[in-house]
């Protein structure tokens, strides 16, 4: 299934290509997109994320022209009424980042970051063609980066070395997307293997491929396509209360406070302003890695029934301590459980930064369908939205076809 959609994906950038500039590519990459297993809100703390790379790709088609500058086209960028446009890009000289964020944005920087580690390129015609849906979480924007600096090293010559092109790519996204991300996604869209969720901690930036070979359980991904407007506090209000409890326990990171330590000095944080919202944060954060670390445990031994509880348990912590849920995941995640392990759901969780997007479930892959039949038509029922369902299997990360 996925082979399929893969290959249809590849022939359909090829069609593109040949209808813009009447040429066949000689070159193709892919980077899949992601999803987060568990280890959510852990990324900024130094802790620990378990995601894996998703049967949803960014490919890109292209052939160097010896011009001056880079002309790629989009099939899709996110705009609501425009959505296939092209733009011109430059590949020398200093490249600075736009003042305002577009699709732009993210190929741009990854051109210049490219650059700047070495990549040398002259002009290119190229087209972007991806599967991964835009803004639901699944990081469309760390494929399309990924995707854009595995062609650089393609069209250059030069390799980057194995983290340092997830880095570049993350340092694209802060400076020119002006977006502040952890090292997960462009991680996970690089390095990821096939059949392998990856564990990655996200202070020392290390990471382990974890095998997840047992065809008999996939990712189920169900987006809410609910996004809730947030007032811009919430995201810098939890950073700034994990910052501060470390801090109260002369600590850097949470990731060097043990969940003992965290309650023996419950006293004092409550003495803080705000202390009780300041305890909740920072129970999610350290209990967050604690389930991490034995999700992996978990998988190793096949335990999918532990993996399951491990994700609802937090989805919980998610939604009552750190308080980034909303109704409708909340409704996604309540019907997967009542579908439970007899109708093929071992677990389920909000992914992703909150108050909307996706879920993620361990299902049983023979009953993945069904599951999704259930979820959907009760999602419907009681949210009054259509949800977007698909099943997958861990991806390999970025490469050259
Ligand atoms: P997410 O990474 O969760 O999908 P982001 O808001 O971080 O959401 O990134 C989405 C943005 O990335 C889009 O609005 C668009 O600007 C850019 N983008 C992603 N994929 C493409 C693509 N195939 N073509 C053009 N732009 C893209
Ligand atoms: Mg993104």
Redesign the pocket.
């Known amino acids: 299934m996925a082979e399929r959609l893969f290959e249809e994906l590849i022939a359909e950038t090829k069609r593109l290509f040949q209808e813009k500039y009447g040429t066949e590519p000689k070159i193709l990459v892919a980077a899949p997109?992601r999803v987060n297993l568990i280890g959510e809100h852990t990324d900024y703390n130094g802790g620990f994320v378990f995601p894996m790379g998703i049967e949803r790709w960014?490919v890109i088609a292209a052939t160097p022209t010896g011009a001056e500058k880079a002309t790629i086209w989009?099939?899709?960028?996110?705009a609501q009424y425009f959505p296939r446009v092209g733009a011109e890009f430059a590949v020398s000289g200093e490249i600075l980042p736009a003042d305002k964020?577009?699709?732009t944005?993210?190929?741009q920087g990854a051109i210049a970051c490219s650059i700047e580690k070495g990549a040398k390129v002259g002009g290119f015609n190229a087209v972007?063609?991806?599967n991964?849906?835009?803004?639901?979480?699944?990081?469309?924007?760390?494929?399309?980066e990924v995707a854009v600096a595995t062609l650089m090293e393609e069209l250059s010559g030069h390799k980057f070395g194995a983290t340092e092109k997830p880095l570049l790519c993350q340092k694209a996204?802060h400076v020119f997307?002006k977006?502040a991300?952890g090292i997960m996604?462009q991680f996970v869209c690089s390095l990821a293997q096939k059949d392998c969720a990856m564990l990655l901690d996200c202070r020392s930036q290390e990471f382990e491929a974890v095998p997840m070979t047992d065809p008999a359980v996939s990712a189920l991904i169900a987006n809410s396509n609910v996004k809730h407007a947030l007032s811009g506090s919430e995201y810098p209000e939890r950073r700034a209360s994990c910052e501060k409890v470390a801090k109260l326990l002369g600590r850097e990171l949470l990731r060097e406070v043990s969940m003992d330590e965290l309650i023996a000095s419950k006293d004092k944080i409550l003495a803080e302003e705000g202390g009780e919202r300041l305890f909740k944060r920072a129970r999610h954060a350290i209990g967050e890695d604690v389930r991490t670390l034995k999700a992996k445990d978990a998988l190793v031994a096949g335990d999918w029934t532990t993996f399951g509880e491990l994700m609802y348990a937090s989805h919980a912590s998610l939604r009552d301590d750190y308080e980034v849920s909303c109704p409708e995941i909340d409704a996604l995640v309540e019907i997967a459980r009542e579908i439970g392990e007899a109708g093929g759901v071992y677990g389920s969780r909000i992914t992703?930064g909150g108050f909307g997007?996706c879920t993620v479930s361990l299902v049983r892959t023979d009953k993945a369908e069904s599951v999704a039949e259930r979820l959907g038509s009760e999602y419907a029922k009681r949210v009054g939205k259509e949800a977007t369902i698909f099943v997958t299997r861990p991806t390999q990360g970025a490469r050259v076809l």
Do not use: F, H, K, Q
């Open positions: 997109g960014t989009t099939n899709n960028s996110g964020v577009e699709w944005s993210y190929v972007i063609n991806s991964v849906p835009l803004g639901g979480g699944l990081s469309s924007s760390a494929s399309l996204e997307a977006m991300c996604d992703g997007g």
